[in-house]
T-cell receptor
Framework: DAGITQSPRHKVTETGTPVTLRCHQTENHRYMYWYRQDPGHGLRLIHYSYGVKDTDKGEVSDGYSVSRSKTEDFLLTLESATSSQTSVYFC???????????????FGPGTRLLVL | QQPVQSPQAVILREGEDAVINCSSSKALYSVHWYRQKHGEAPVFLMILLKGGEQKGHDKISASFNEKKQQSSLYLTASQLSYSGTYFCGTEFYNQGGKLIFGQGTELSVKP
């Protein structure tokens, strides 16, 4: 295991409420990613971070925001949750300390989010 | 830009071989292969960089055909533990290491 935890692991919420998911790593990896996984779509990149306070959008970023104030934490926020955001959310990390390339991504255990 | 994986699903008997393909319409810098078991996180298998090199991991190997922009994953003498969904993640040039994943290939190995 690459020392990645996600919290909460399961969440049920109502449409219109804000939701924040947390990804925490103990590996000092530079790059962090948020993906969502839905049947038939594989893994789709929401946002990623290439350093503290440095983030960029992925392919499905609408309705999501992120923040990274410390190397070890990457937060994903759904400002106003919708039913279409019901999904499994995975965090991933890459870029081991001292390496300049990103290469292998290691995934966290995932968070199952249900928006009613 | 999402790569296309084929087949979408395959059922094998223990000991049989399988090939999973990942094709891109855009020039690839690298291809990453992952396996995911039901309810678990994807687990990294291997990376193929441009140049057509072939890599191996136990009885699982892969190749990268730069001309065809395609990678193939070879599972030899399959074991029950090989069951799961296999994803390829494609990295394009000048994309800062971001991966675009295929839709997955579900592999079931039966006794």
């Amino acid at each position: 295991d690459a020392g990645i935890t996600q919290s909460p692991r399961h969440k049920v919420t109502e449409t219109g409420t804000p939701v924040t998911l947390r990804c925490h790593q103990t590996e000092n990896h530079r790059y962090m990613y948020w993906y969502r996984q839905d049947p038939g779509h594989g893994l789709r990149l929401i946002h990623y971070s290439y350093g503290v306070k440095d983030t960029d959008k992925g392919e499905v970023s609408d309705g999501y925001s992120v923040s990274r104030s410390k190397t070890e934490d990457f937060l994903l926020t759904l400002e106003s949750a919708t039913s279409s955001q019901t999904s499994v959310y995975f965090c991933a990390i890459s870029g081991a300390s001292g390496e300049t390339t990103q290469e292998t991504q290691y995934f966290g255990p995932g968070t199952r989010l249900l928006v009613l | 830009q999402q790569p296309v994986q084929s087949p979408q699903a395959v059922i094998l008997r223990e000991g049989e071989d399988a090939v999973i393909n990942c094709s891109s319409s855009k020039a690839l810098y690298s291809v990453h292969w992952y396996r995911q078991k039901h309810g678990e996180a994807p687990v990294f298998l291997m990376i193929l960089l441009k140049g057509g090199e072939q890599k191996g991991h136990d009885k699982i190997s892969a190749s990268f055909n730069e001309k065809k922009q395609q990678s193939s994953l070879y599972l030899t003498a399959s074991q029950l533990s090989y069951s799961g969904t296999y994803f390829c993640g494609t990295e394009f040039y000048n994309q800062g290491g971001k991966l675009i994943f295929g839709q997955g290939t579900e592999l079931s190995v039966k006794p």
